[in-house]
């Protein structure tokens, strides 16, 4: 069964909208900012600020602002928990919380609404689920028994039930931690929790803050670029990592329907698949990708020629970008090739948000008909079998379809598929 | 025709019992517990439920875990602070990652479909449970790996004990594994008719402590012990029992019940 545009079906399923969409990274504070960063090809990379931890290494990274609680989000904490003290817990609960934040003003979901909904909750992460704290840690293997709080602080740091506790909110909650896969999975899961009825609107992404573990541990695996990314170039060295948070707002129809809100965009399709190859790298010809791709646009219940845009997980590492372009090679129409994109040149690699971030990116070009070329990449490897749009090029898009895919360690790959609305 | 999903394996191990079987020795010889446990209690699970002619891509597997990998996250740690900035080990950085489970999974049991782990405190194998359930019902797999795996970490058994003020902790580190199937065109019992679960939250130390904690419903016994595993032990003996003696022929309902929520899952055969 195919999908008429106007419709409110895929396939047997009813469709599931996109109302808002909220963002925070090295690269604004907010969507809007994100965009014209986007737009002005801003990079934002720099030495690892000391307010986030200290090193010698000289590898950049995409620093979000210091202060991360943005207005919104203030705002929002005002009337949900007037008494909560964001020292309590961890940024990246407080990246997900300012994302969380702009999505629900965007969606016009007061907190009223929220309350009297079924509210699923699904972040991806991967330092946000980690005890990183090296005082307590060197403290404790060295016989001292430190104060406890480190270990209240990592015990509250889930960030799904941080954020019901924190928005007074009930429902389904999920943190997905898949490596840098784990926003997609989180948007795909959280899509499934409305189609099954489990609940009536979604908060779902990613996020995850800088830690001093994750990049060294990219240095160790020789993953890290020291100067700003370049995906997709043929002189590519590897990815910086970066840290923020992205989500949308998911709604049922039905609440859609009753309320006559404003409709951005459907999630249409989700597909997950595994390389089964290596631990860390991905498999060379993509096998896991193809087929994360195939079952998503079977979910979607399109063709592959129906695909205007490709957000890809484009890191800017030797393995990942040839992975990932064999991959839409055998995938793509041959003669249709739509354009080919990554947004890392402008965030960084955010690990667990990446998805998160990458979904709004994906919905938001979907809805604007044009996306730039991939930052950082002035000359795209000729040893791909397709060419990625380069930085000094954008291109007009031909539908309202696109896909955001992720890769991530352990060979996870996830595929979403995302329609702008009119 | 509704799809249903149906249970036909389940398999508990203890950490103290684990055996690496010999044609995983050599894929597992960097390996931590967390792996192991994972991978030989899915193998083990796999083996015991019915043969079935399927593309490694229908098989999908789900992980829940609410402590992840814990003790390599601090060995991790441990090498960072020795050896220095951008001298991590990057076998145990790499181990470390949560999901480094579901990829040896994958790679050493040939299984292509969709790997998610998922971290919560509560009841993460329900919750994994749940969205294996949901990714069959949805035809995109048409069997499931579904794994729940502690090993906690000396630093937080050093925790526990100070905050309850306790010479031992009650806790189990172990695995179990169960295998759902799209029921549609096999006869095996019982099916998953529901699961719903509620989260609420709670001090930090609850759920380590698990004070409060019960279960009740067909099949499901005390005697578990009081630690974040006990409830996965518990369900998957009674669904055990429920699989090999197939006498019970109503619905049933299990319900968790703690102060940090509730479970419940509803089973039909």
């Given at each position: 069964m195919?999908?008429?545009?106007?419709?409110?079906?895929v396939?047997?399923r009813?469709?599931?909208?996109?109302?808002?969409?909220?963002s925070?990274?090295a690269?604004?504070?907010?969507?809007?900012?994100?965009?014209?960063?986007?737009?002005?090809?801003?990079?934002?990379?720099?030495?690892?600020?000391?307010?986030?931890?200290?090193?010698?290494?000289?590898?950049?990274?995409f620093?979000?602002?210091?202060?991360?609680?943005?207005?919104?989000?203030?705002f929002?904490?005002?009337?949900?928990a007037?008494?909560?003290?964001?020292?309590?817990?961890s940024?990246?609960?407080?990246l997900?919380?300012?994302?969380?934040a702009?999505?629900?003003?965007?969606?016009g979901?007061?907190?009223?609404?929220?309350?009297s909904?079924?509210?699923g909750?699904?972040?991806?992460?991967?330092?946000?689920?980690?005890?990183?704290?090296?005082?307590y840690?060197?403290a404790?293997?060295?016989?001292?028994?430190p104060?406890?709080?480190?270990?209240?602080?990592?015990?509250?740091?889930?960030?799904?039930?941080?954020?019901?506790?924190i928005?007074?909110?009930?429902?389904?909650?999920a943190?997905?931690?898949n490596?840098?896969?784990?926003?997609?999975?989180?948007?795909?899961?959280?899509?499934?929790?409305l189609?099954?009825g489990?609940?009536d609107?979604?908060?779902?992404g990613?996020?995850?803050?800088?830690s001093?573990?994750?990049?060294?541990?990219f240095?160790?695996?020789?993953?890290?670029?020291?100067?700003?990314?370049?995906p997709?170039?043929?002189?590519?060295?590897?990815?910086?990592?970066?840290?923020?948070?992205?989500?949308?707002?998911?709604?049922?129809?039905?609440?859609?329907?009753?309320?006559?809100?404003?409709?951005?965009?459907w999630?249409?399709?989700?597909?997950?698949?595994?390389?089964?190859?290596?631990?860390?790298?991905p498999?060379p010809?993509?096998?896991?990708?193809?087929?994360?791709?195939?079952i998503?646009?079977?979910d979607?219940?399109?063709?592959a020629?129906?695909i205007?845009?490709?957000?890809?997980?484009?890191?800017?590492?030797?393995?990942?970008?040839?992975?990932e372009?064999?991959?839409?090679?055998?995938?793509?129409?041959e003669?249709?090739?739509?354009?080919?994109?990554?947004?890392?040149?402008?965030?960084?690699?955010?690990?667990g948000?990446?998805g998160?971030?990458e979904?709004?990116?994906?919905?938001?070009?979907?809805?604007?008909?044009i996306?730039?070329g991939?930052v950082?990449?002035?000359?795209?490897?000729p040893?791909?079998?397709?060419?990625?749009?380069?930085?000094?090029?954008?291109?007009s898009?031909?539908?309202?379809?696109?896909i955001?895919q992720?890769?991530?360690?352990?060979?996870?790959?996830?595929?979403?598929v995302?329609?702008?609305?009119? | 025709?509704?799809?249903?999903?149906?249970?036909?394996?389940?398999?508990?191990?203890?950490?103290?019992?684990?055996?690496?079987?010999?044609?995983?020795d050599?894929?597992?010889?960097?390996?931590?517990?967390?792996i192991?446990?994972?991978?030989?209690?899915a193998?083990?699970?796999?083996?015991?439920a019915p043969?079935?002619?399927?593309?490694?891509?229908?098989?999908?597997?789900?992980?829940?875990?609410?402590?992840?990998?814990?003790e390599?996250n601090?060995?991790?740690?441990?090498?960072?602070?020795?050896?220095?900035?951008?001298?991590?080990?990057?076998t145990?950085?790499s181990?470390?990652?949560?999901n480094?489970?579901?990829?040896?999974?994958?790679?050493?049991l040939?299984?292509?479909g969709?790997a998610?782990?998922?971290?919560?405190?509560?009841?993460?194998?329900?919750?994994a449970?749940?969205?294996?359930?949901?990714?069959?019902?949805?035809?995109r797999?048409?069997?499931?790996?579904?794994?729940?795996?502690?090993?906690?970490?000396?630093?937080?058994?050093?925790?526990?004990?100070?905050?309850?003020?306790?010479?031992?902790?009650?806790?189990q580190?172990?695995?179990v594994?169960?295998?759902?199937?799209?029921?549609?065109?096999?006869?095996v019992?019982?099916?998953?008719?529901?699961?719903?679960?509620?989260?609420?939250?709670?001090?930090?130390?609850?759920?380590?402590?698990?004070?409060?904690?019960?279960?009740q419903g067909?099949?499901?016994?005390?005697?578990f012990?009081?630690?974040?595993?006990?409830?996965?032990?518990?369900?998957?003996?009674?669904?055990d029992?429920?699989?090999?003696?197939?006498?019970?022929?109503?619905?049933a309902?299990w319900?968790?019940d703690?102060?940090?929520g509730?479970?419940?899952?509803?089973?039909?055969?």
């Amino acid at each position: 069964m195919r999908q008429d545009s106007r419709s409110e079906r895929v396939g047997t399923r009813e469709r599931v909208a996109v109302t808002g969409l909220g963002s925070i990274s090295a690269a604004g504070k907010d969507v809007p900012e994100l965009l014209a960063s986007l737009a002005a090809r801003r990079v934002r990379s720099g030495p690892v600020p000391p307010w986030l931890f200290t090193t010698a290494l000289k590898y950049p990274v995409f620093a979000g602002p210091r202060e991360v609680v943005t207005s919104t989000a203030r705002f929002l904490l005002d009337q949900a928990a007037p008494h909560f003290l964001p020292e309590t817990v961890s940024r990246t609960v407080l990246l997900a919380l300012s994302a969380t934040a702009e999505g629900l003003a965007q969606a016009g979901v007061d907190l009223a609404l929220l309350r009297s909904c079924r509210v699923g909750i699904a972040f991806g992460t991967t330092v946000g689920c980690t005890f990183h704290n090296e005082e307590y840690y060197n403290a404790w293997r060295h016989g001292l028994q430190p104060d406890l709080q480190p270990v209240r602080y990592f015990l509250g740091a889930n960030l799904a039930a941080a954020l019901h506790a924190i928005l007074g909110t009930r429902g389904p909650a999920a943190v997905v931690t898949n490596a840098c896969a784990s926003g997609t999975d989180a948007i795909g899961l959280a899509r499934d929790w409305l189609n099954s009825g489990q609940c009536d609107i979604a908060i779902a992404g990613g996020a995850d803050e800088l830690s001093r573990v994750a990049y060294n541990g990219f240095v160790s695996l020789m993953l890290a670029d020291t100067a700003p990314c370049r995906p997709f170039s043929d002189d590519r060295q590897g990815l910086n990592l970066g840290e923020g948070s992205g989500v949308i707002i998911l709604e049922s129809a039905a609440l859609l329907s009753r309320r006559k809100h404003h409709c951005l965009g459907w999630v249409r399709g989700y597909g997950a698949a595994s390389d089964a190859w290596h631990p860390t790298a991905p498999h060379p010809e993509g096998r896991g990708l193809k087929d994360a791709l195939a079952i998503a646009l079977a979910d979607a219940d399109i063709e592959a020629s129906a695909i205007s845009f490709v957000n890809a997980h484009g890191t800017g590492t030797k393995a990942n970008d040839l992975a990932e372009t064999t991959a839409l090679k055998d995938f793509l129409p041959e003669h249709l090739c739509p354009p080919v994109v990554s947004t890392k040149g402008i965030t960084g690699h955010t690990l667990g948000a990446a998805g998160g971030i990458e979904a709004v990116l994906t919905l938001m070009a979907l809805r604007a008909g044009i996306i730039p070329g991939t930052v950082g990449c002035h000359n795209p490897d000729p040893g791909f079998p397709i060419r990625p749009l380069p930085e000094p090029e954008q291109q007009s898009l031909n539908g309202r379809i696109g896909i955001s895919q992720s890769l991530a360690f352990g060979g996870g790959n996830a595929v979403l598929v995302l329609e702008a609305a009119l | 025709m509704k799809k249903k999903v149906a249970v036909s394996a389940a398999e508990m191990m203890l950490l103290a019992d684990l055996t690496v079987p010999a044609d995983f020795d050599r894929a597992l010889r960097r390996a931590d517990d967390f792996i192991k446990l994972a991978v030989v209690s899915a193998g083990r699970a796999l083996n015991n439920a019915p043969p079935r002619l399927l593309a490694p891509s229908e098989t999908g597997i789900f992980i829940g875990t609410a402590y992840g990998p814990l003790e390599t996250n601090f060995c991790s740690l441990g090498s960072l602070i020795d050896d220095g900035e951008g001298q991590i080990s990057p076998t145990l950085f790499s181990h470390s990652v949560y999901n480094a489970a579901a990829g040896y999974v994958s790679r050493l049991l040939t299984i292509h479909g969709p790997a998610l782990t998922l971290t919560t405190y509560a009841w993460p194998f329900v919750v994994a449970l749940d969205q294996a359930r949901l990714a069959i019902l949805s035809a995109r797999i048409k069997r499931a790996v579904v794994i729940a795996v502690e090993t906690y970490s000396g630093l937080l058994e050093d925790a526990f004990k100070r905050w309850h003020g306790l010479a031992e902790v009650p806790w189990q580190p172990g695995a179990v594994a169960w295998i759902l199937e799209a029921a549609d065109d096999i006869s095996v019992c019982p099916l998953l008719a529901e699961i719903g679960i509620t989260e609420t939250a709670c001090e930090p130390g609850q759920l380590l402590a698990r004070a409060g904690e019960h279960w009740q419903g067909d099949s499901l016994v005390a005697g578990f012990g009081s630690h974040p595993m006990a409830y996965a032990f518990a369900l998957t003996t009674a669904m055990d029992l429920l699989i090999s003696s197939k006498t019970v022929k109503h619905p049933a309902e299990w319900l968790l019940d703690a102060p940090f929520g509730q479970a419940r899952i509803s089973l039909v055969f």
